[in-house]
């Protein structure tokens, strides 16, 4: 099992910065995909980053260049840095996990809203 705690989101104004958090704990040692996602209310959730074990990111096209996905091994913690945020970027963030035995785990989401 992998708990995974977000923190890190609120109130900002149109071009400025958040840093998304995902605290990990359980059998963290298992986990080979390390994801955030986000979710406006009626509507699908949608992939905004992907890390890898070779330490390699990819983000969607719409968050490419503004954001970034990092992990503190040593503080077992997943960091999303988002820069020059835009009223779009508004919803709920989701930190999600896979592991190499089939398990799928979400955090309880964190919301983030940019007023413009």
């Known amino acids: 099992q992998v708990q995974l705690v977000e923190s890190g989101g609120g109130l900002v104004q149109a071009g400025g910065s958040l840093r998304l958090s995902c605290e990990e704990s359980?059998?963290?040692?298992?986990?080979?995909?390390r994801d955030w996602y986000r979710q406006v209310p009626g509507r699908q959730r949608d992939l905004v980053a992907r890390?890898?074990?070779?330490?390699?990111?990819t983000y969607a096209e719409s968050v490419e260049g503004r954001f970034t996905v990092s992990r503190d091994s040593a503080k077992s913690t997943v960091f999303l840095q988002m820069n020059d945020l835009k009223p779009e970027d508004t919803a709920v963030y989701y930190c999600?996990?896979?592991?190499?035995?089939?398990?799928?785990?979400w955090g309880q989401g964190t919301p983030v809203t940019v007023s413009s």
């Open positions: 999600h996990a896979c592991n190499n035995m089939g398990g799928d785990y």
């Open positions: 890390l890898v074990p070779s330490g390699r990111a």
């Open positions: 359980g059998s963290i040692a298992t986990v080979v995909v």
